[in-house]
């Protein structure tokens, strides 16, 4: 079904200044049509789609801005957090200034928190601070599954068919060129989301499908912490579909 600019607006809980200045930018013209008597713009459902990846979805949540419900989805779907303000920026896809106010506000609400971790860097375990988002905190609770339908955009991006080069090395006794992610969704998320290489666990959490992290939850080796959060993290992302 075709829709004017105020419905896709609409549709994607967004305004229509956004909508027409995106569609400038992506050269989306639409197609003028006569209804009700008078001459519109209606955008064809592949064009909607287009709009619908590059802007991605926030559904209305009270005392939350569009932005901070976009870093609220993706600091939930990273398990390690992020290093600095610009890489949860690029994960969220907003400004990073806009991402700077952004944390000051859930960090001073008690959403995010600044945590010490250690992580691997050139064969060495260094100590380095993140965020994180703080899931024992009552409104996280209260607003979980709402910030599960939220649907970061995806400008630029598009989801490979194969485990990038730079986590190859998790797979020492198979060939990555080999296992195409349709096919071998289940062995790449056992290697990947039970690694030390935290950069190869966000990745995971956020690229692969949720049965395939069901999956690595049920394995003999996965500790108990691993399965809690591994079925937590394949609840949220199979909110996401519903």
């Known amino acids: ?13 967004t305004s229509v200044p956004r909508v027409t200045r995106r569609m400038a930018r992506l050269g989306i013209s639409g197609v003028r049509v006569v209804r009700d008597g008078y001459s519109t713009t209606v955008l064809t459902p592949a064009e909607v789609a287009t709009l619908r990846r590059d802007l991605g979805v926030a559904p209305p949540v009270e005392g939350y801005t569009r932005e901070e ?18 890489a949860l920026a690029r994960a969220a896809v907003i400004s990073p200034t806009t991402a700077s106010k952004v944390v000051s506000r859930l960090v001073d609400a008690g959403l995010i928190e600044i945590r010490r971790q250690k992580e691997l860097m050139s064969r060495r ?3 380095v601070s993140a965020l994180h988002l703080n ?25 490979p068919k194969y485990v990038p080069r730079r986590f190859w090395h ?34 995971a959490a956020s690229m ?12 003999r080796h996965a500790s108990e912490s691993d399965r809690r959060w591994l079925i937590s993290l394949a609840e949220e992302r199979e909110m996401e579909n519903t």
């Open 125 to 127: 375990v260094v100590a």
């Open 1 to 13: 079904m075709e829709l004017t600019i105020a419905e896709v607006a609409t549709a994607l809980h």
């Open 69 to 86: 419900l976009f870093a609220l989805a993706a600091i939930n779907l990273s398990p390690f957090g992020f290093r600095t303000v610009q």
């Open 135 to 159: 899931r024992d905190h009552p409104e996280w609770r209260r607003i979980r599954s709402l910030v599960a339908k939220v649907e970061l955009a995806q400008r630029d991006q598009l989801l």
């Open 208 to 219: 692969l499908p949720p049965s395939a992290i069901r999956h690595t939850a049920t394995l």
């Open 170 to 203: 998790l797979f020492w006794n198979a060939e990555p060129l080999r296992l195409p992610l349709s096919e071998h969704a289940d062995f790449v998320a056992s290697r990947m989301l039970l690694s030390d290489d935290p950069r190869a666990v966000a990745w």
